[in-house]
């Protein structure tokens, strides 16, 4: 009950989803205080047996569902040498992944909740050439094409104004740059979410609907998250953490299996001229 107040506030204006999201978000970060949750994704499995697994560190096992969204969300691009900026980053851990393994001449990752910047700043302050900032994905605070590719996981459904973002990642981006994107919306959004790429100008050079992936992560998960948010989280939180999390059991997993809700990943770009 909670979970669904909660989620249809968010829709009565931009300006109290934006508040909504930023206060969930640095509620979050002050409840992991082991830092076990630096990453937030619902994670991607793939579903071709063909697939090279990614080969992690110890430290970032338990972040491997999360980090295989990365990877899916990045690969098509190879970003040896190239200037990375992360828009809602979180805590961090999907920035360190691709600042340490894909060795971006420079990260930057940002992000609306305080608190996650504070954790980022001091956690990963020994990752040469990743930097965090606080700012607003609607309004960043960054300097005209600056970026040579913007990545931007599950974090624009929180966004007041998609609009005002995309003109905003058109604005930082160098001519020829990318968006690499990934997140979900009400399945019936999904030609608005296509629609505001083409008008902000952008050029959609892969669409793909990732709800299987998603769900197969979200099984695979489920114990780990499960015990995660009984230890972390007060009783009478616990079922919107399922349902954000999207547990099995939750509306949101039955959404993503019914196809209400549509995960998708694309790769735009911005053009040369
Ligand atoms: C589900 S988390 C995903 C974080 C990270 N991308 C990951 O995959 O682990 C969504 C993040 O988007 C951030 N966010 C939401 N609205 C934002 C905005 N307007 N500007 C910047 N960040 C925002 C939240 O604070 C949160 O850290």
Known sequence: MLAQLFDAACYLSPDIRRFLIRNWFQYLSALDKDAYMTCMNLGYVSLDPHTEQLT??????????????????????DLEGLDVLEVGCGRGGGASYVKRYL????LTGVDI??????FCNNFYHHVEGLHFLQGDAENLPLADNTFDV???IESSYGYGRMKHFLAEAVRVLRPGGYLLFADYRNSENIVTLQKSFLDAGLTILNNTCINDNVLKALDLDHERKQQLIEQKVPPFLRKVFFYFAAQQGSEMYRWLKTGMVDYRSFVLSKSTS
């Open 103 to 106: 060795k971006p001449k420079s």
């Open 113 to 118: 909740s305080k608190n996650a910047i504070t």
């Open 56 to 77: 992690l560190n110890d430290e970032d096992i338990h972040n491997h569902y999360c980090l295989q969204m990365y990877h899916h969300v990045v690969h098509t691009i």
């Open 150 to 152: 913007i990545i931007n």
